[in-house]
């Protein structure tokens, strides 16, 4: 079993749309939870970092965590053409190296 | 340019050569990683230094070497390629630094080198 799950999609919505993406996790020790956008042939960007449980909001962007369950999302409100990446949540524990979920391919059509 | 960059950006060769993947930061960050990209495994820890000098092994360390004389620079090599390390390989770095609920950090990452092991 893989530390960090993620639905891989492809997801596909309309512009305008709430978008939700999702990471499930098994090692309590991670306490750290971070969202990245890569867009293709770039790099990851990070998107969004929390730290404890609750909600972060930035923008048209929300982080969720909630760490009695070990499950993360991140919502897009009014998604648009420009969000169509692919998302992948990173978690951290007290060492310095990110565990990477696969990703989630999001297409926004306009 | 500031920031990171890594080359070559392409990258093919044959079985059984000795590749290097160079990356370059001017941040003087004290972390540096490396990452290959797969799909449906994510991005999978190679290798990361703490400072120069200091290497440790990430999740998929077999068949690479690294090395780190210089804080700014972060090379990895394929001694003896094969067709399985075909992929995007990805530099990162990052600094720690204390902030509200813990030491915080950042990775930066490069625009990533594609190889094809043939």
């Known amino acids: 079993q893989k530390e960090v799950e993620q639905d891989p999609g492809p997801l596909s919505v309309p512009e305008g749309a709430i978008v939700s993406l999702n990471c499930t996790y098994s090692n309590s020790a991670f306490q750290y939870f971070m969202w990245y956008r890569q867009y293709s042939r770039k790099g990851p960007e990070l998107l969004m970092y929390?730290?404890?449980?609750g909600n972060k909001e930035d923008g048209r962007f929300t982080a969720q965590v909630d760490k009695s369950s070990k499950y993360i999302s991140l919502f897009i409100r009014d998604s648009q053409p420009s969000d169509s990446a692919t998302y992948l949540c990173?978690?951290?524990?007290?060492?310095?190296?990110?565990?990477f979920g696969s990703g989630t391919q999001l297409t926004v059509l306009p | 340019d500031a920031g990171i960059t890594q080359s070559p950006r392409y990258k093919i060769t044959e079985t059984g050569r000795q590749v290097t993947l160079m990356c370059h930061q001017t941040?003087?960050?004290?972390?540096m990683f490396w990452y290959r990209q797969d799909l449906g495994h994510g991005l999978r820890l190679i290798y990361y230094s703490a400072a120069a000098d200091i290497t440790d092994k990430g999740e998929v360390p077999d068949g690479y070497v690294v090395s780190r004389s210089k804080t700014e620079n972060f090379p990895l090599t394929l001694e003896s390629a094969t067709r399985s390390q075909t992929s995007v390989y990805f530099c990162a770095s990052s600094e720690f630094f204390l902030a509200g609920g813990g030491a915080k950090n950042i990775q930066y990452f490069g625009a990533g080198t594609r190889l094809s092991v043939l």
């Open positions: 990173a978690l951290r524990g007290s060492a310095r190296q990110l565990t």
């Open positions: 929390t730290y404890s449980s």
């Open positions: 941040w003087s960050h004290s972390y």
